[in-house]
């Protein structure tokens, strides 16, 4: 008998019970070398395999030529790990796995052989479990999601493994999309590092992978933090160092001083509000609410932004709509906008009293001690944070150059906070 939490380590202990309990569909494990995390869910296959008579598994990467010395070798170092050598048969012509009892399979294929996965049929049963491992490499979500589409049918449960090494930069298509997983309820996010296997098993590293660890995080720590940790450092080029992700409480959030911004828009670029709670002996700002429409008229949006002014000013109480004023991009459309939210309204709204302020703006907001962005009421908001960065020259060489488009809320967000820039 194997126990197969032995196989684990701690950090992975819940997600593993989650797993055979189908608690969610989605798995997406990101972390730095040596984190396990492929271990970890070849482990889980195999499992899956024994648990599920009608479950077959579909393991894919971008390229089919990375399979055999990778995720192939990882299953099978699964199956002799949980003592199942003797009831797998493995073959590279095809390459899969098979389990003798019952004629299930775990398949490998190459996302660069659409025919090939599209093709994927199985004698009994259909795949339930699909891994796409170094996910980063793959050509964005809609590829995904079309593998995804071609391969979940013929059965009501699936899990789907998602496996990968952050990219440094924030912009990734992966490191975005694991925002938005962060807020689906069909999803479990868990990162992992090799401190994290130190802790219970330093012996699965060894000493080399130590040594050759700490060098780097002696030397060049940001380096450390991206490879090791997994940690998306970004590529040097950001404007906003001082973004902190967190769930923002109600409590925490009446607590400062109100600041509410309007970015002006129609179609394509949207039309963005965003609510601010302004920490001035902290040099903190808290982003607790943000609105976004196309194609509205002054009136439709005048109702958003009486939505992000009617809250609570403390737990328990009633919400209400705030007599605050709303500081607003005061181009001719916005200044449009601007009279038939007083006129008809009754909003407060005020001009921001931009112009030459762009690059000052930017920097006091960069200057701040935190940015802390509730990533559940403003997603939309956190994205353009991280993802802002200078101008970067083809040589690769970055400017101080603050390049236009992508920051419709940070442009509501610099707007709220105008007043407060210009007496700094």
């Not at 990219?167 to 999309?177: F, L, T």
């Not at 940690?231 to 950001?238: K, M």
């Not at 109600?250 to 670029?269: C, E, M, Q, S, T």
Request: charged content about 25%.
């Amino acid at each position: 008998m194997v126990d197969a939490s032995a196989l684990v380590i701690p950090r992975f202990h819940d997600v593993l019970g989650d797993i055979m309990a189908h608690g969610h569909t989605h798995y997406w494990l990101h972390g730095g070398r040596g984190s396990t995390k492929s271990s970890f869910i070849s482990v889980c296959i195999v499992l899956l395999i024994l648990a599920n008579p009608e479950a077959n598994a579909v393991v894919v990467r971008r390229f089919s030529n990375t399979l055999r010395d990778s995720v192939y070798q990882q299953v099978l170092w699964a199956i002799d790990a949980l003592g199942l050598i003797e009831w797998f048969r493995a073959r590279v012509s095809p390459m899969e796995v098979v389990y003798l009892p019952t004629g299930q399979r775990i398949v490998f294929r190459g996302a660069d052989d659409p025919l090939k996965l599209k093709g994927t049929k199985f004698p009994r049963g259909y795949a339930a479990v699909i891994w796409l491992e170094e996910l980063d490499q793959f050509d964005g979500i809609e590829a995904v999601r079309s593998i995804l589409n071609s391969l979940r049918r013929g059965g009501s449960d699936f899990w789907v493994f998602y496996s990968y090494n952050p990219p440094r930069s924030a912009a990734s298509w992966v490191n975005v999309e694991r925002d938005e997983r962060l807020r689906r309820a069909d999803t479990l996010v868990r990162g992992s590092s090799y401190l994290d296997v130190l802790e219970s098993h330093p012996d699965w590293i060894g000493a080399p992978f130590i040594e050759e660890a700490e060098y780097l995080r002696g030397v060049d720590e940001t380096a450390w933090r991206w490879e090791y940790l997994g940690e998306v450092t970004g590529t040097g080029g950001a404007i906003f160092g001082n973004v902190v992700a967190e769930r923002i409480g109600l409590a925490r959030a009446a607590a400062g001083r109100v600041r509410v911004g309007l970015d002006w828009g129609w179609w394509p670029d949207p039309w963005r509000c965003v609510r601010c709670a302004w920490e001035p002996a902290e040099r903190r700002l808290l982003i607790v609410g943000e609105r976004s429409a196309t194609r509205m008229t002054p009136e439709e949006t005048g109702r958003l932004v009486q939505e992000v002014l009617t809250f609570s000013d403390a737990p328990g109480e009633q919400a209400y709509l705030h007599d605050e004023p709303v500081w607003c991009d005061d181009t001719p459309d916005g200044k449009v906008q601007m009279a038939t939210y007083r006129r008809d309204l009754g909003i407060r709204a005020r001009p921001a009293r931009k112009a030459r302020m762009r690059r000052l703006s930017y920097e006091w907001l960069a200057g701040l001690r935190e940015i802390v962005i509730d990533p559940a009421a403003c997603p939309l908001t956190l994205e353009e944070f991280r993802m802002k960065e200078y101008r970067r020259e083809r040589d690769g060489t970055w400017t101080d150059e603050i390049p236009d488009g992508g920051d419709h809320s940070i442009d509501a967000v610099r707007y709220a906070m105008m007043e407060d820039v210009l007496r700094g």
